[in-house]
T-cell receptor
Framework: DAGVTQSPTHLIKTRGQQVTLRCSPK?????VSWYQQALGQGPQFIFQ???????QRGNFPDRFSGHQFPNYSSELNVNALLLGDSALYLC????????????FGAGTRLSVL | GQNIDQPTEMTATEGAIVQINCTYQ??????LFWYQQHAGEAPTFLSY????GLEEKGRFSSFLSRSKGYSYLLLKELQMKDSASYLC???????????FGKGTMLLVSP
C-alpha cells in the first residue's frame, strides 16, 4: 500500500519564477492538505482540497493556489516566488472515516535564490 | 488566533523516560495529535486524543486535559532512534486541518 508520494523531492528556483508541486494521496484517501514548513518550525497549513474544491485556507497570499484532480491527486502552485518561500512543502492526505488522521508525504524541498 | 507551545529542545539518556509537554489555546477543539519527524523525513503519526485521559500505545503514551489546554507525550525505554522532533498539533476546525506547535527536538544520548 503506497503512502503519500510527492514530487519532485528537491527544487531550485529564482525569485519571480513559478513552481508546481505534486502529491498523490494514500490509497483510499479523498482529502489532501498542503503545509509549508520553514527550517526549525512546525508545519503551517496552506489549504485543503476535498471533492476537487478548496475547502479551507490558511493565512497564505493568493500567490499560493492549488488543484485537486478526480483521482484525488493534487498540485500546489506558487507564483512570483520570493526568497521567503524557501521551505519544505508537505502534502498530507486523510479520509473522514479515519478520525481525520493526516498522513504526510516526505515533502518537496524548495529553494528560492 | 491559535497558539500552541512546547519546549524547543530536550535531552535524555537511552533507556530513560521523557515527558514532552504541550499547551494550547485554540478557538475550537476536535482533537490533539502528536507526530514524530526525523530530520529530512515526513512527520509520522504517533497518537490522537479527543477525550481527557491517557492513551497508551506501546512505548508511547499521550495525555490530554481539555479544561487545562494541556497535553503531554510520554516516551518510555528511550532508544537512540527516538532522537527526532516531536510535533504537537490541534485540529480546531472540524475538518482534518492541523495547527502545529514549533516542535520539540529530542536528543537521546548513550
Amino acid at each position: 500500500d503506497a503512502g503519500v508520494t510527492q514530487s519532485p523531492t528537491h527544487l531550485i528556483k529564482t525569485r519571480g519564477q513559478q513552481v508546481t508541486l505534486r502529491c498523490s494521496p494514500k490509497s483510499g484517501h479523498d482529502t489532501v492538505s498542503w503545509y509549508q514548513q520553514a527550517l526549525g518550525q512546525g508545519p503551517q497549513f496552506i489549504f485543503q482540497y476535498y471533492e476537487e474544491e478548496e475547502r479551507q485556507r490558511g493565512n497564505f497570499p493568493d500567490r499560493f493556489s492549488g488543484h485537486q484532480f478526480p483521482n484525488y491527486s493534487s498540485e500546489l502552485n506558487v507564483n512570483a516566488l520570493l526568497l521567503g518561500d524557501s521551505a519544505l512543502y508537505l502534502c498530507a492526505s486523510s479520509h473522514r472515516g479515519s478520525l481525520n488522521i493526516q498522513y504526510f508525504g516526505a515533502g518537496t524541498r524548495l529553494s528560492v535564490l | 488566533g491559535q497558539n500552541i507551545d512546547q519546549p524547543t529542545e530536550m535531552t535524555a539518556t537511552e533507556g530513560a523516560i521523557v515527558q514532552i509537554n504541550c499547551t494550547y489555546q485554540t478557538s475550537g477543539f476536535n482533537g490533539l495529535f502528536w507526530y514524530q519527524q526525523h530530520a529530512g523525513e515526513a512527520p509520522t503519526f504517533l497518537s490522537y486524543n479527543v477525550l481527557d485521559g491517557l492513551e497508551e500505545k506501546g512505548r508511547f503514551s499521550s495525555f490530554l486535559s481539555r479544561s487545562k489546554g494541556y497535553s503531554y507525550l510520554l516516551l518510555k525505554e528511550l532508544q537512540m532512534k527516538d532522537s527526532a522532533s516531536y510535533l504537537c498539533a490541534v485540529n480546531h476546525s472540524g475538518y482534518s486541518t492541523l495547527t502545529f506547535g514549533k516542535g520539540t527536538m529530542l536528543l537521546v544520548s548513550p
